[in-house]
């Protein structure tokens, strides 16, 4: 299991253009989420999925898109990128409850965006 | 979900047992309490959670007061490798989307 995987590690944007995050996880979980974190701050989301061709809006959508056609892909789509989007992206999934309790959510290793 | 306070920030010897608090005055009967961690520059980490009885695993210990309203994380060995930001969220089971919402943690740094 390679678990949460995202691509690219790190990235350098123009203003005003655009790029995918990739995000794959290959724990067949339902959920999938998209995060970031600016410096020194704790994670706030932007979108989540609660599986295939579903998706909703976090706490700061604003200025990205997603997609959700497969159980194992995220995309995290920035259309026209902006200095304010300057952040590190994390992703993570989590699976539908099994066991009674909330289950944990797994991320990636993050990508680190920075928009010039 | 029920809003956390934790310190800023925090000292700890290596060796010794880290105690990390965390207040959530306004927990309800159906919020488990989570702790994360994040090494630097890495995703996020699961460490442990809770209903309301103390729970332990392999890498730390939660303690829940019989009131739910604080609770204290430990980790009885501290390593250098635990240096990290330790995240106290308290989140309702079954609701929308398995949300996680994160505040500001506490950062623990672990002294030779």
């Known amino acids: 299991n390679a678990g949460v995987t995202q691509t690219p590690k790190f990235r350098i944007l123009k203003i005003g253009q655009s790029m995918t995050l990739q995000c794959t996880q290959d724990m067949n979980h339902n959920y999938m989420y998209w995060y970031r974190q600016d410096p020194g701050m704790g994670l706030k989301l932007i979108y989540y999925s609660v599986g295939a061709g579903i998706t909703d809006k976090g706490e700061v959508p604003n200025g990205y898109n997603v997609s959700r056609s497969t159980t194992e892909d995220f995309p995290l789509r920035l259309e026209l990128a902006a200095p304010s989007q300057t952040s590190v992206y994390f992703c993570?999934?989590?699976?539908?409850?099994?066991?009674?309790?909330?289950?944990?959510?797994?991320f990636g290793p993050g990508t680190r965006l920075t928009v010039l | 979900d029920a809003k956390t306070t934790q310190p800023t920030s925090m000292d700890c010897a290596e060796g010794r047992a880290a105690n990390l608090p965390c207040n959530h005055s306004t927990i309800s009967g159906n919020e488990y309490v989570y702790w994360y961690r994040q090494i630097h520059s890495q995703g996020p980490q699961y460490i442990i959670h809770g209903l309301k009885n103390n729970e332990t695993n392999e890498m730390a210990s939660l303690i829940i007061t019989e009131d739910r309203k604080s609770s204290t994380l430990i980790l009885p060995h501290a390593t250098l490798r635990d240096t990290a930001v330790y995240y106290c969220?308290?989140?309702?089971?079954?609701?929308?989307?398995?949300?996680?919402?994160f505040g500001g943690g506490t950062r623990v740094l672990v002294k030779p």
């Open positions: 969220i308290v989140r309702v089971g079954r609701a929308a989307g398995n949300k996680l919402t």
């Open positions: 993570a999934s989590t699976s539908i409850w099994t066991s009674g309790s909330p289950d944990t959510q797994y």
